[in-house]
């Protein structure tokens, strides 16, 4: 049983477009909730991350909003390019392990 | 600025055959987590150490071992490998243990066996 459920499976933007990347979780223990790219054959590499008492974080082209009612959060990629293209995980913990989503596989086409 | 280093990058093995995958965590850290990544899925937790001590442990195999020395590289040995043991392996290092302290992964280690 999936405990991050992560959507869209896949997603495909033009260049300078935002898109847009949901999860949700219900794990109530879950406290600390990250964001992972992935490029084939490499490993994850974080991205941003926040906690549930902060509604939105901002780093750079990448915006974090946190819904902690609705056990939802999400990733926003502003003026996405090309080589954003990747997959996308979000993850929450509690505790030291990482539960991740099940990814999104990002294009973004020139 | 230095990553996690994982050894070997590439690892082919045959059935019920053994291997011990490596892992050098970024200078200063001193927990280490492995994790498996099946083909086109999430990562998967295994095992965590905390100062060379067993921190956590997720869905590892009894086959599988792991434990982390002195200098906090870690090992994971895996023995009597089966077909669906092929997966990527990564490492992933952080200063302190616990949710808010940031896992940096490696490049990890992919592991065919046939």
């Known amino acids: 049983q999936q405990q991050v459920k992560q959507s869209p499976q896949s997603l495909i933007v033009q260049k300078g477009g935002i898109p847009i990347i949901n999860c949700a979780y219900e794990?109530?223990?879950?406290?600390?909730f990250p964001w992972y790219q992935q490029f084939p054959g490499k490993g994850p590499a974080l991205l941003i991350a926040?906690?549930?008492?902060?509604s939105e974080k901002k780093e750079g082209r990448f915006t974090i909003s946190f819904n902690k009612s609705a056990k939802q959060f999400s990733l926003h990629i502003m003026d996405s390019q090309p080589g954003d293209s990747a997959t996308y995980f979000c993850a929450a913990t509690s505790g030291s392990r990482l539960t991740f989503g099940e990814g999104t596989q990002l294009t973004v086409n020139p | 600025a230095a990553g996690v280093i994982q050894s070997p990058r590439h690892l082919i093995k045959e059935k019920r055959e053994t291997a011990t995958l490596k892992c050098y965590p970024i200078p200063r850290h001193d927990t280490v987590y492995w994790y498996q990544q099946g083909p086109g899925q999430d990562p998967q937790f295994l095992i965590s150490?905390?100062?060379?001590?067993?921190?956590d442990k997720g869905s590892i195999p009894d086959r599988f071992s792991a434990q982390q020395f002195s200098d906090y590289h870690s090992e994971l040995n895996m023995s009597s490998l089966e077909l669906g043991d092929s997966a990527l392996y990564f490492c992933?290092?952080?200063f302190g243990t616990g949710s808010s302290y940031e896992q940096y992964f490696g490049p990890g280690t992919r592991l065919t066996v046939t």
């Open positions: 992933a290092s952080s």
């Open positions: 794990n109530t223990a879950f406290d600390y």
């Open positions: 150490f905390y100062e060379k001590m067993q921190s």
């Open positions: 926040i906690r549930p008492d902060v």
